[in-house]
């Protein structure tokens, strides 16, 4: 079984945030709730850096651990899916996540923020694959057609890289090794407790 | 001869420029593949070196998006699914122990001189209801502040997922609804009984000997004994700790980012398992720890006897006032000294 994961060649994105706009559409995710953006770092100095973001789906998730409800689930291909109908709004999830993944749609109302949504590496949550309810809810799911997240199939410069982990970082470590710089794999430390030599 | 010395010529000058050209590549190439264009770029791990998270600048309005990494998110994580659940279990548990134990040893602490028969006014009906509407509030909101540590591994397994969804959900609301009279009857119970709470010299003594329940004796006290200061002032620093970080926690960046969230929740779940088990002692002395002593808050008058022995000053305060402005439900001791 692959085990999927995200991977942002920081050398190569070039802050056109054609990924935060695909998943936007891909999903019809609400005004107010990012999925994907794009950050950057050092802005309009030497040595900026511009990191495409989103849910890195961690090994040993830490919004699955402190979710007081459970409502979270790692599927066989290592995506981290959660059950709208079972969380709380409660926060929890953000203030745990590493990557500022959980979006809530009411910022307060007495606390009550609203079912969490996040990223889904394009792969629904748990309804019936492709059905009405799980479009509602999660968007669409383009995992169970065969095919990968959007935000990276549509990257210009194919610096967001989604797939099995072993297979992207195999591709990047090629690019490293031609262009003979990178600036390692943002993010994979934290998520999956491992780097890319560089 | 002469053909071949041409020849030679030819091949010498052909292999001089290939030589020349060889040599002359790195001068005349624009971009040395041996040059990093990223080399004064940021890093990573030279940014966690320097700060706990990294941020950016992004281009959507929620300007918590553009932390792009909190490793200290774990740090939370493993309070909140580690540390506080010990201090909460060890804490709680603890003094549950401590409180059976007693309760074996000592059984109920009795008025020893026996019922008088006779009331003596110690809580008024305001008082009461202050105390009972804080009360009220402070075992929902203790109940569904446990649910939200202790739940997941305790209630979610016995009623499955979805039930214990509804629950929650309906405890979350009790949660931030009930934190406004609660907050109240602090502020309140802060105001009416500061009085009687300002620590002094009898306390010490009171302290010394062990108090009414751990020692044998009854050392004199006015209307609070040390005890009940030493409760007082829980619930009012207590209370405010966790009134002023659960607001916080209920209006979520408004005035935080995500590291004061974080802060917020550990001040407001240590200081809230503390109060718990010193609430679980308060309500053990109120109720099966002591005759006499639920009365107070109950019907708001307790026996005479039972005032004498726990609040002998209080008492002859008391008397002394009754005394001269006329006893309505307390009968007129001899050893009352009148007030003038």
Known sequence: ???????????????????????????????????????????????????????????????????????????????????????????????????????????????????????????????????????????????????????????????????????IAQIYKERVMKRGYGSGAWGWKTAYHETIAS | MMIFSTKFHVIVGALTLLVMALGAQPVSAQQPTSVNPQASAVKEEQLFQELNRISGRCTIPDQKACTIEQPAGRDWRHFHQVTLRWIGGVVIIGILAVLIVFYLRRGMVKIESGRSGRTIVRFNGFERFVHWMTATCFVILALSGLNITFGKPLLLPLIGPESFTAWSQWAKYAHNYLSFPFTLGVILIFLMWIAGNIPNKVDIDWFKRGGGMVGHDHPP????????????????????????????????????????????????????????????GHIYIGTIGMEGAFEAMGSGTVDVNWAREHHSLWVEEEMARTGRTGPNKTQRQPTATPAE
Not at chain 1, 38 to 58: L, Q, R, Y
Not at chain 1, 97 to 116: E, H, I, L, T
Not at chain 2, 223 to 230: I, T
Request: aromatic share 10%; charged share 20%.
């Open chain 1, 1 to 167: 079984m692959a085990r999927m994961k995200f991977l942002c060649d920081a050398d190569r994105c070039i802050e056109c945030n054609a990924c935060v706009t695909a998943c936007k559409n891909e999903h019809d995710v609400p005004w107010g709730i990012n999925r994907r953006r794009v950050v950057t770092i050092n802005d309009g100095k030497p040595g900026e850096k511009s990191i495409s973001m989103a849910c890195m789906h961690c090994t040993d998730a830490p919004c699955q651990a402190v979710c007081p409800v459970n409502c979270f689930f790692t599927t066989a291909d290592g995506v981290v899916l959660h059950s709208k109908d079972l969380c709380i709004g409660c926060g929890y999830c953000f203030y745990a996540c590493p990557f500022g993944a959980p979006q809530y749609p009411r910022v307060g109302n007495f606390g009550s923020r609203g079912k969490m949504d996040k990223c889904t590496y394009c792969a629904g949550g748990p309804e019936a694959d492709g059905s009405k309810e799980e479009y509602a809810k999660y968007g669409a799911n383009r995992l169970a057609e065969g095919k990968l997240p959007l935000c990276a199939e549509m990257c210009s410069t194919k610096s967001l890289l989604a797939g099995d982990g072993e297979i």
């Open chain 2, 221 to 280: 006290a006015f209307r609070f004994n040390a005890g009940q200061k030493a409760i007082y002032w829980i619930v009012v620093l207590g209370g405010g700790a966790v009134a002023v970080s659960g607001y916080v926690l209920m209006f979520p960046f408004y005035e935080t980012d995500i590291h004061s969230m974080q802060i917020a929740e550990v001040v407001h779940a240590i200081v809230a398992v503390l109060f718990v088990a010193a609430m679980l």
